[in-house]
């Protein structure tokens, strides 16, 4: 589905995304408030998939378009560690180091004359419910906690990462292995169109709206600083999940083919401000 006279692609789009990251990487830092969030982001495993874009188009925020790469639409399921995790500068006591495994598609918004690229969680899975309930209350994402652990093994040359959550009494699981050396994203790659949106948007609903209005009264806009990641193209890959439980129906279909690629990114530091409501 294409919104707002439909997305760009080719050459257009890739001036778009130099574009985009000539100003991500120029502004001054002192114009920014002090981030809301800083963490490291690490061994994100990504496993992405092509999907039918009226599947994901009641779920695209106002004001903004799904994002495509060469006409087609993605959904990724991607699992990581978060790492000294920080509040205003401050740790949180018990809740520093933790796994997350969320559910994402891509979109984009216009500012000017460029495309902020973004993302949007479908659903997000953590181990701890106040980590939950924080992103819920502050950034209004559809975070579930639950039993998770992970398994991370990066000997020499050979990586295997492993994301696991448990429903009930059955634990389910994201599974990578790559080797070799990380390298470097290619310009106008698949690889960077999954790994180069660098803004979250969340749908708002107005408290006092109509039932169809309420689910998407407005929307908010968040930026997530991080330099450009390596990543090791995944030799194997296994994801285990009850989809219907955690995602939805719509979603079996999709999550149930081969994912167009799989991969490890390496991760970095991150930064993530105060969300801004766009009504």
């Not at 599947?55 to 993605?74: K, Q, R, S």
């Not at 209005?213 to 999940?241: L, M, N, Q």
Request: proline share 5%; with cysteine; hydrophobic share 40%.
């Amino acid at each position: 589905m294409e919104r707002g006279g439909g997305p760009r692609h080719g050459r257009e789009d890739q001036r778009e995304s130099e574009r985009a990251r000539a100003n991500h990487s120029v502004e001054p830092s002192n114009a920014r408030v002090k981030p809301f969030l800083t963490a490291n982001w690490r061994y994100l495993a990504m496993l992405n998939f092509v999907v039918d874009p009226t599947i994901i188009a009641p779920l695209v925020p106002p004001g903004t378009e799904l994002d495509c790469e060469n006409g087609e639409t993605f959904v990724s399921v991607v699992g990581f560690l978060f790492l000294d995790t920080r509040l205003l500068g401050l740790p949180i006591p018990l809740h520093r180091d933790f796994e997350e495994v969320n559910l994402r598609f891509y979109v984009r918004k216009k500012s000017a004359d460029t495309w902020r690229r973004g993302v949007v969680f479908i659903r997000e899975l953590v181990p701890r419910r106040a980590i939950a309930l924080v992103a819920r209350a502050f950034y209004g994402e559809n975070y579930l906690a639950l039993p998770m652990k992970h398994a991370i093994e990066h000997v020499d040359l050979k990586l295997s990462v492993e994301y696991s959550w448990r429903r009930g009494r059955k634990w389910e699981s994201l599974k990578m292995s790559a080797g070799g050396e990380a390298r470097s994203i290619p310009a106008g790659s698949h690889e960077e169109f999954i790994t180069e949106h660098y803004w979250g948007y969340t749908c708002v609903r107005a408290r006092h709206a109509e039932a169809e209005e309420r689910r998407r009264a407005g929307c908010s806009e968040y930026r997530v600083e991080h330099p450009r990641w390596k990543i090791w193209t995944a030799e194997t890959f296994d994801f285990r999940a009850d989809v219907t439980a955690t995602y939805g129906a719509q979603f079996a279909e999709t999550l149930a083919a081969p994912p167009r690629s799989a991969f490890i990114a390496e991760g970095s530091s991150i930064s993530v401000e105060r969300r801004e409501i766009l009504l």
